[in-house]
């Protein structure tokens, strides 16, 4: 059994080893790329290639299935769309988007997710991007290699809006912009302020729409922190008299996503309502406020 993936003018130029770890979700690196190379794993054009070539467009570039087992994570998903190449499911607070460990919103999606029957279906769907593991809310993911590919390159062009929902510390009026460089590089978030609930603590506390027009990390906490708001739960970039709410999480979560497909370009419109514990912790604040 193998899996194929075409390249497309959108892929290149790329040697052969970038474009397989950019490709198969079973060679994560360049280095695990090269190897699968060396054990005749990788053909190119239907012969065995090698590392040092480029890929031109139509090259048709072949893995034959690994003997690793993938991983698998037994975790219950609410999975908002899907088809043959595309799904978007909901990552619970507390775990991981992806990676090594067994505990990963990417490895509970093969229990959760219809196989695909497309020629170059992954043997386990990938995410085309990451929220902090404290963060919960939509994240998409391919089913293809083709698809994954077309993702990966949708959000590098930023072309993929989305659209979070977070509870802030004191009173934010109004909508905005913070373009704050991040990490030496430019970064710009819009925020707009739905709503106030009073606190017994710190005042008052806001609910806001973020949509990040960059991608730099915990940008929206850093941001939100540095307008003085910071996000409730976060621990890490507030002030000390904001460090509330230890151990109820952070108060963050992606609720939206605009792209579009990337094999049909219909345009997918993704909504998640919010978490129900920003609701009754609201309802709670507000009582308490009213009692003092």
Request: hydrophobic residues 35%.
């Given at each position: 059994m193998?899996?194929?993936?075409?390249a497309?003018?959108g892929d290149?130029?790329?040697?052969?080893d970038?474009?397989?770890?950019r490709?198969?979700?079973?060679?994560?690196?360049?280095?695990?790329?090269?190897?699968?190379?060396?054990?005749?794993?990788?053909?190119?054009?239907?012969?065995p290639a090698?590392?040092?070539?480029?890929?031109?467009?139509?090259?048709?570039?072949e893995?034959?299935?690994?003997?690793r087992?993938?991983?698998?994570?037994?975790?219950?998903?609410?999975?908002?769309?899907?088809?043959?190449?595309?799904?978007?499911?909901?990552?619970?607070?507390?775990?991981?988007?992806?990676?090594?460990?067994?505990r990963?919103?990417?490895?509970?999606?093969?229990?959760?997710?219809?196989?695909?029957?497309?020629?170059?279906?992954?043997?386990?769907?990938?995410?085309?991007?990451?929220?902090?593991?404290?963060t919960?809310?939509?994240?998409?993911?391919?089913?293809?290699?083709?698809?994954h590919?077309?993702?990966?390159r949708?959000?590098?062009?930023?072309?993929?809006?989305?659209?979070?929902?977070a509870?802030?510390?004191?009173?934010l009026e109004?909508e905005?912009?913070v373009?704050?460089?991040?990490d030496?590089?430019?970064?710009?978030?819009?925020?707009?302020?739905?709503?106030?609930?009073?606190?017994?603590?710190?005042?008052?506390?806001?609910?806001?729409?973020l949509w990040?027009?960059t991608?730099?990390?915990?940008?929206?906490r850093?941001?939100?922190?540095?307008?003085?708001?910071?996000?409730?739960?976060?621990?890490?970039?507030?002030?000390?008299?904001?460090?509330?709410?230890r151990?109820?999480g952070?108060?963050?979560?992606?609720?939206?996503?605009?792209?579009?497909?990337?094999?049909?370009?219909?345009?997918?419109?993704?909504?998640a309502?919010?978490?129900?514990?920003?609701?009754s912790f609201?309802?709670?604040?507000?009582?308490?406020?009213?009692?003092?």
């Amino acid at each position: 059994m193998k899996v194929w993936v075409e390249a497309t003018e959108g892929d290149l130029p790329v040697r052969l080893d970038r474009f397989l770890e950019r490709s198969f979700e079973q060679l994560p690196s360049r280095a695990s790329a090269r190897k699968a190379i060396k054990r005749g794993e990788v053909h190119l054009n239907s012969a065995p290639a090698e590392s040092s070539r480029f890929i031109r467009a139509g090259d048709r570039v072949e893995l034959l299935a690994s003997r690793r087992r993938p991983q698998r994570y037994d975790l219950d998903l609410e999975m908002l769309f899907e088809d043959d190449h595309v799904a978007i499911g909901y990552k619970p607070a507390g775990i991981e988007t992806s990676g090594a460990r067994q505990r990963t919103f990417e490895h509970a999606l093969p229990g959760n997710l219809r196989p695909s029957p497309r020629p170059d279906a992954l043997i386990q769907p990938r995410v085309a991007h990451r929220l902090d593991f404290q963060t919960q809310g939509l994240v998409v993911c391919g089913k293809t290699a083709s698809a994954h590919m077309a993702l990966g390159r949708a959000f590098q062009a930023r072309t993929v809006r989305k659209r979070y929902r977070a509870i802030v510390a004191g009173r934010l009026e109004g909508e905005g912009r913070v373009e704050t460089p991040l990490d030496g590089r430019s970064a710009l978030t819009r925020w707009a302020a739905i709503g106030h609930t009073p606190s017994l603590h710190i005042g008052w506390q806001t609910t806001v729409d973020l949509w990040p027009e960059t991608g730099r990390t915990h940008q929206l906490r850093r941001h939100m922190a540095e307008l003085g708001h910071s996000v409730l739960g976060d621990t890490v970039y507030c002030p000390e008299d904001q460090k509330l709410l230890r151990g109820q999480g952070l108060f963050l979560a992606a609720l939206g996503l605009e792209l579009e497909h990337p094999v049909t370009a219909e345009p997918l419109c993704i909504e998640a309502d919010e978490p129900y514990r920003f609701v009754s912790f609201r309802v709670r604040e507000a009582r308490r406020a009213g009692a003092s």
